[in-house]
């Protein structure tokens, strides 16, 4: 007897293949596009719209699975956000046709005859609440068990995994997106960080929410100052401690390594903490735990730390929109989070000043070569 699903997917493409992979491993016959495209166009006799052959293809398999990954960025309005909304301010979502999708498989499993079943593989994506209780597998380091679990409930001709080693290695969500092993060397103190946690920059906008003492230094704090400034909530009862560029480094930083307009930024950076300061004086209740301090050295790179948990971006990304962002954890590799750490204190309590040293005009900005406490985060990707 032959089982066949069917894979609804958004844009992660290496996700659908590994999925695939594993199924075609259990001797599952997966329905794909071109096979239900191909089916389509016999029902119709014409060419097949695109829900068509999704239908086609559902219609075709004994099973539906659905893959939720983290493909956009979406964010609640301000104006639509509730004073109970405990969810992050950036959320990471699915594609809209996999949400549609979702919808007709629900469709299809309740009213078909035998129902059809229904699998939900989740990997880190926002889930719609009103599917609470349909089968949903957790994407984990067991995730090729759970899939062939799964399916040995109603395939009783599964075949044995036999190379499951095999399997593991084309996982492609390993430890954030499975980056390859990325070197950090802070060629001053000799420490070597092997970082295998990637993702972007927006990403730590979900630790700020659920951390209780934040500490930022960089040229992309215009992000958390947005935050901030339109949801002075979020900052209630947490030690948050920004340094902001305060001079024309930061414009000659960004122009010289990742080929952005740095003044543009540098002027916005002013502009949002201006905003900052009219915000507090008229919400000390929220925004009483906030500080902002300015630096004035070379900093090529941007440090998040919240609680335990360390981001840094280096700059050096020349015509990407944003850096890459790198994840490290205390409990994984405590000296470097030591290191940063203790970087970002000595600048706080040495080397920062409580106001803005230049209005932005780097050809008579006095502070233009000073380097100060310098980190030299030299990036080898590999």
């Known amino acids: 007897m032959i089982y066949r699903i069917f894979i609804v997917y958004g844009r992660d493409r290496a996700v659908n293949q590994f999925v695939q992979g594993v199924l075609e491993a259990c001797g599952v016959e997966v329905v794909t596009w071109r096979k239900a495209s191909a089916e389509a166009s016999k029902q119709h006799n014409r060419v097949p719209t695109i829900l068509d052959v999704v239908r086609q293809g559902m219609q075709m398999a004994d099973e539906i699975f659905v893959l939720f990954t983290p493909d956009e960025y979406v964010s609640t309005k301000k104006l639509c ?32 005859k035998p129902n059809k079943k229904l699998t939900i593989v989740d990997a880190s994506a926002r889930i719609p609440t009103d599917i609470d209780g349909c089968i949903r597998i957790l994407w984990t380091d067991d995730i090729i068990y759970d899939i062939y679990n799964r399916i040995s409930v109603h395939y009783e001709d599964i075949k044995p995994l036999t190379d499951v080693e095999a399997l593991k290695a084309q996982n492609p969500i390993k430890d954030q997106r499975n980056a390859k092993a990325f070197s950090r060397i802070n060629e001053a103190d000799g420490i070597s960080i092997v970082i295998n946690r990637r993702g972007s920059f927006r990403d730590f906008l979900c630790y700020f929410e659920k951390a209780e003492s934040v500490s930022v230094a960089g040229a992309i704090n215009r992000s958390l100052m ?50 900052f300061y009219q915000k507090k004086a008229n919400d000390s209740v929220n925004l009483g735990n906030v500080e902002l301090k300015f630096y004035s050295l070379y ?62 005009t780097c050809e008579s900005c006095e502070y233009r070569d000073c380097h100060g406490l310098c980190v030299n985060l030299r990036a080898v990707i590999g």
């Open 81 to 112: 956000r509730d004073i109970h909304d405990h969810e992050p301010f950036v959320l990471h979502q699915a594609r809209p046709n996999v949400i549609l999708e979702l919808g007709m498989a629900l469709v299809m499993s309740q009213n078909e």
């Open 226 to 275: 947005r935050m901030i400034t339109d949801e002075p909530k979020t900052c209630f009862n947490k030690k948050i401690r920004i340094l902001l560029p305060s001079n024309c480094l930061v414009s000659k930083n960004f122009d010289l390594l990742e080929g952005h307009d740095g003044r543009e930024l540098f002027n916005e950076i002013l502009g949002r903490t201006k905003k």
């Open 299 to 360: 900093l090529s790179c941007s440090i998040y730390i919240f609680d335990d948990v360390l981001w840094l971006t280096p700059y050096g990304t020349v015509g990407a929109n944003e850096s890459p962002a790198f994840l490290v954890l205390e409990s994984e590799c405590p000296s470097a989070f030591r290191h940063f750490k203790c970087m970002f204190d000595k600048i706080w309590t040495e080397k920062a000043d409580s106001k803005v040293f230049c209005k932005g």
